[in-house]
């Protein structure tokens, strides 16, 4: 059974800086695309950044790209989203989700409709 559990959210003071953490059982990230996503509320969900094994490039959503960086740890099962220079519309539940990497596109990221497995979230709120 897959399984993604989100940490590492919190609040925290615009133009301040979070890492979120993906760690993953039941599957190997050799053979996923991992995706983090996020959804405000009132809002559709938006793909903030994915990374895939198959990709020797990562998907960076328009409105984060230069502020967040994807990273894994195979040895953890962990996928990382280093997040800095952080606004009050960064606010929102993030979650991560995984995709088959045979089946992966970047612009999968966009929306993350293909993505059938994820996590529970984790809440970011950025307010002073």
């Known amino acids: 059974q897959l399984q993604l559990v989100e940490s590492g959210g919190g609040l925290v003071q615009p133009g301040g800086s979070l890492r979120l953490s993906c760690t993953v059982s039941?599957?190997?990230?050799?053979?996923?695309?991992i995706g983090w996503f996020r959804q405000a509320p009132g809002k559709d969900r938006e793909g903030v950044s994915c990374?895939?094994?198959?990709?020797?490039?990562?998907y960076y959503g328009y409105s984060v790209k230069g502020r967040v960086a994807i990273s894994l740890d195979n040895a953890k099962s962990t996928v990382y989203l280093q997040m800095n220079s952080l606004q009050p519309e960064d606010t929102a539940v993030y979650y991560c989700?995984?995709?088959?990497?045979?089946?992966?596109?970047?612009?999968?990221?966009?929306?993350?409709?293909?993505?059938?497995?994820w996590g529970q979230g984790t809440q970011v709120t950025v307010s002073s």
């Open positions: 989700a995984a995709e088959p990497a045979v089946a992966y596109d970047y612009y999968h990221c966009v929306l993350g409709t293909t993505f059938r497995s």
């Open positions: 039941g599957f190997s990230l050799d053979k996923y695309a």
């Open positions: 990374i895939s094994p198959n990709d020797d490039n990562t």
